[in-house]
Nanobody
Framework: QVQLVESGGGLVQPGGSLRLSCAVS????????MGWYRQAPGKQRELVAS???GGTTNYADSVKGRYTISSDNANLQMNSLKPEDTAVYYC??????????WGKGTLVTVSS
């Protein structure tokens, strides 16, 4: 079992920055990949960024050049934030058996 707890969300003005962290506990040695998803009101949950245990990263087109996921701890640095980035952000971990684990989410609001 893997437990995930997100932190770092909050209110930020357009153009600002935030860094999201994901605290991992439990069987962390079984994790193959970690990532961040987000879900805005009325929309489906979507992948934002991911990183594998080998260091391969992947980003949604909408955040490329603005977001960076750390290969060390999967922290998500978000720069040049836009109002459309407003969502609940979820940390995800997938183990080598393909099982997905989720945190409870942290709210990011981009507004002036």
């Amino acid at each position: 079992q893997v437990q995930l707890v997100e932190s770092g969300g909050g209110l930020v003005q357009p153009g600002g920055s935030l860094r999201l962290s994901c605290a991992v506990s439990g069987s962390s040695g079984a994790i193959h990949a970690m990532g961040w998803y987000r879900q805005a009101p009325g929309k489906q949950r979507e992948l934002v960024a991911s990183v594998t245990s080998g260091g391969t990263t992947n980003y949604a087109d909408s955040v490329k050049g603005r977001y960076t996921i750390s290969s060390d701890n999967a922290n998500l640095q978000m720069n040049s934030l836009k109002p459309e980035d407003t969502a609940v952000y979820y940390c995800n971990a997938r183990d080598f058996f393909g099982i997905n684990y989720w945190g409870k989410g942290t709210l990011v609001t981009v507004s002036s």
